[in-house]
């Protein structure tokens, strides 16, 4: 798992990975900074950080395989892939796959 910078967003087909942007509320910055992860303001909701993690596609599918798709949401993403108090804070999960698909949960 590689932390990324949101300006990679629009080369996620051409990396051959699968890069997550997950947004989570401002009023935990605390709790981010804790974990050591690097953080934007979202540029579209200024109530927002979003906190970028590329995965190649073994990571994917550790993350993935393990979510029920009926069950999944950004919450339980980011979870997986963060912690519990981060994952409670998060209001978006954004993921572009090598394939250029988008596949986003809010």
Same mark, same amino acid.
């Given at each position: 798992?590689?932390?990324?910078?949101?300006?990679?967003? %629009?080369?996620?087909? @051409?990396?051959?990975?699968?890069?997550?942007?997950?947004?989570?509320?401002?009023? /935990?910055? !605390?709790?981010?900074?804790?974990? &050591?992860?690097?953080? !934007?303001?979202? %540029?579209?909701?200024?109530?927002?950080? !979003?906190? /970028?993690?590329?995965?190649?596609?073994? !990571?994917?599918?550790?993350?993935?395989?393990? @979510?029920?798709? @009926? =069950?999944?949401?950004?919450?339980? $993403?980011? +979870?997986? $892939? =963060?912690?519990?108090?981060? &994952?409670?804070?998060? +209001? %978006?999960?954004?993921?572009?796959?090598?394939? &250029?698909?988008?596949?986003?949960?809010?």
């Amino acid at each position: 798992m590689t932390q990324i910078t949101a300006d990679r967003r %629009k080369d996620a087909g @051409s990396t051959g990975t699968y890069d997550v942007y997950i947004e989570i509320d401002c009023d /935990c910055e !605390e709790l981010v900074d804790a974990v &050591g992860l690097e953080y !934007e303001r979202c %540029k579209d909701d200024d109530t927002q950080n !979003e906190v /970028c993690i590329s995965l190649n596609a073994e !990571e994917f599918t550790d993350v993935f395989d393990q @979510s029920l798709l @009926s =069950l999944t949401n950004e919450q339980t $993403l980011a +979870t997986a $892939l =963060l912690n519990h108090e981060l &994952g409670e804070y998060t +209001t %978006k999960v954004t993921v572009y796959t090598p394939h &250029g698909d988008k596949i986003t949960f809010e």
